[in-house]
């Protein structure tokens, strides 16, 4: 990257500082033989929560997935997927995806940390990867028609925002939960936010604002199940 050719924002850097330092990740996340001996274990897939700077807001990268797909199909997520045979890691795998489904360049994006893993109710571990682009304008989204139906950017902070969320109350073993979803306009659609990908981002929201958000997030609990084991 050419800093010459942009400015880093003040914001994102007192940030990512604060982040890079954080006890309130995942404790794994610089650890190398941990990270060698877990993240090719099956049911593992990363997700990047790729965050830039636009005026006075911080904005997340997210995607619509093609209906071409045999699951989660015209969904709402964070660019990312499976753990492959040849990645070296979570990092490795959230970044390759996110080139092969939007044609964002590896090198454009400081990755900053790790986040604690989620897991889904199909025993999926998600490891959400927080990255920063600086440089938006280097960045020409190139999409994967197979995998994704289109992109869009949505400010980060509204996901602490009771406005524009609903929400529906669930069970599962006996476990009394909430999924929320978020509705957001964008490139002339109405896209919904929701599930896992609304509970990543809540969570990386209160991270990145040091504020909880103004509802009761109330997540499953098997999102958060002990990670150690993967």
């Not at 990257?1 to 006890?23: A, H, V």
């Amino acid at each position: 990257m050419d800093s010459n050719n942009f400015s880093r924002s003040r914001k994102l850097l007192d940030i990512s500082q604060r982040l890079r330092q954080s006890n309130s990740i995942t404790p794994h996340s610089n650890d190398q033989l941990y990270q060698s001996q877990t993240h090719k274990k099956p049911n593992r897939s990363a997700v990047l929560i790729c965050l830039f700077n636009q005026g006075d807001e911080i904005y997340v990268i997210l995607t619509k997935r093609s209906s071409k797909l045999s699951s989660y199909s015209g969904h709402v997520s964070l660019p990312g997927g499976r753990t492959d045979e040849g990645d070296a890691d979570d990092i490795r795998t959230a970044l390759r995806e996110a080139e092969e489904e939007i044609g964002l360049d590896p090198a454009l994006v400081d990755v900053v940390t790790v986040l604690e893993p989620f897991v889904t109710k199909e025993n999926v571990t998600v490891v959400p990867v927080l990255g920063i682009l600086w440089n938006k304008q280097a960045f020409n989204p190139v999409l994967n028609a197979d995998e994704v139906e289109s992109i869009f950017y949505a400010p980060l902070e509204m996901f602490l925002k009771d406005e524009n969320r609903r929400h529906e109350d669930r069970e599962f073993q006996g476990d009394k939960y909430v999924l929320h979803y978020f509705d957001f306009k964008a490139n002339n659609m109405v896209y919904v936010i929701w599930a896992l990908t609304a509970g990543i981002l809540i969570s990386t929201a209160s991270l990145v604002y040091q504020r909880p958000p103004e509802f009761e997030p109330r997540m499953p609990k098997f999102w958060k199940k002990n990670y150690s084991r993967f």
